[in-house]
């Protein structure tokens, strides 16, 4: 299954994600979860290069959402 989930990284509660996945700034992470245990994740880093072509930036999401699931 897969979820969006957005989160304020600024919030107090939140800021340990910032940590934890290395931000720097708003970014798009994926992220694996079993039992309520995070397994993988990964910073999808070039979405930020890719926010003036939405074909593109739709595209390197969808690649890397597909790949990131194909290696469960």
């Known amino acids: 299954m897969v ?3 957005a989160v304020d990284v600024e919030s107090p509660e939140n800021q340990h994600f ?3 996945y290395e931000l720097f700034t708003k970014s798009l992470v994926v ?3 079993e039992g309520g ?3 993988r994740w990964k910073n ?3 979405v930020w290069e890719l ?3 939405p ?3 739709h595209d390197y999401v969808e690649s ?3 790949e990131f699931l194909r290696r469960q």
């Open 3 to 5: 979820v969006f989930r």
């Open 18 to 20: 910032t940590k934890r």
């Open 31 to 33: 992220s694996e979860s």
């Open 37 to 39: 245990k995070e397994l």
């Open 44 to 46: 999808l880093e070039k």
């Open 51 to 53: 926010t003036g072509d």
């Open 55 to 57: 074909k593109a930036f």
């Open 64 to 66: 890397e959402v597909r």
